[in-house]
T-cell receptor, first 115, second 111 residues
Framework: DQQVKQNSPSLSVQEGRISILNCDYTNSMFDYFLWYKKYPAEGPTFLISISSIKDKNEDGRFTVFLNKSAKHLSLHIVPSQPGDSAVYFCAATTNYGGSQGNLIFGKGTKLSVKP | DAMVIQNPRYQVTQFGKPVTLSCSQTLNHNVMYWYQQKSSQAPKLLFHYYDKDFNNEADTPDNFQSRRPNTSFCFLDIRSPGLGDAAMYLC??????????FGPGTRLLVL
């Protein structure tokens, strides 16, 4: 049973517009959430994270929103650029990084940004 | 400036023939992880080492073993690969409770 769900396998967006990638989770014990970005033939790279005590975290063009009551988080990329085309993984954990918890990943959403 | 290195990038093995995948890091992180990612699936943690302390996930098959001879290196041993073990194997490292850095992965093909 998937604890982290990314229901959209793919998303296509025009350059300059907003990309919104969604993620849902089922485990209410998760207290830290991360987004990783993966280019072909490379490993996932950390993009942005958010603690459950916050509802928003921003880093440049990337913003993550967390709605704990809905068990939902989203990644906004504004403005989208062709170089953002990649697979984006949502991940969640309890007690981040420790042996008490590990990263539970979603299946990923492939973002294509068209020039 | 490679930080997490995985060798080989592609590995072909025969059904039932033991295979070892390698991971090394230049970050001096104390935690090393092995993930399995099958096609169109989420990466799934197999086990991790915190220093020399081995932590196996409950649902990791016994067919998978790991060794960490020193801080820099960690190996994934598959004792008797089956067709279902064909996947991308990702190594990651971190310091305790910090961001995980992933290697490029080794794609394993079982014939």
């Amino acid at each position: 049973d998937q604890q982290v769900k990314q229901n959209s396998p793919s998303l296509s967006v025009q350059e300059g517009r907003i990309s919104i990638l969604n993620c849902d989770y089922t485990n209410s014990m998760f207290d830290y959430f991360l987004w990783y970005k993966k280019y072909p033939a490379e490993g996932p790279t950390f993009l942005i994270s958010i603690s459950s005590i916050k509802d928003k975290n921003e880093d440049g063009r990337f913003t993550v929103f967390l709605n704990k009551s809905a068990k939902h988080l989203s990644l906004h990329i504004v403005p989208s650029q062709p170089g953002d085309s990649a697979v984006y993984f949502c991940a969640a954990t309890t007690n981040y990084g420790g042996s008490q918890g590990n990263l539970i990943f979603g299946k990923g959403t492939k973002l294509s940004v068209k020039p | 400036d490679a930080m997490v290195i995985q060798n080989p990038r592609y590995q072909v093995t025969q059904f039932g023939k033991p295979v070892t995948l390698s991971c090394s890091q230049t970050l001096n992180h104390n935690v090393m992880y092995w993930y399995q990612q099958k096609s169109s699936q989420a990466p799934k943690l197999l086990f991790h080492y915190y220093d020399k302390d081995f932590n196996n996930e409950a649902d990791t098959p016994d067919n998978f073993q790991s060794r960490r001879p020193n801080t820099s290196f960690c190996f994934l041993d598959i004792r008797s690969p089956g067709l279902g073990d064909a996947a991308m194997y990702l190594c990651a490292t971190s310091n305790w409770q910090e961001t995980q850095y992933f290697g490029p992965g080794t794609r394993l093909l079982v014939l």
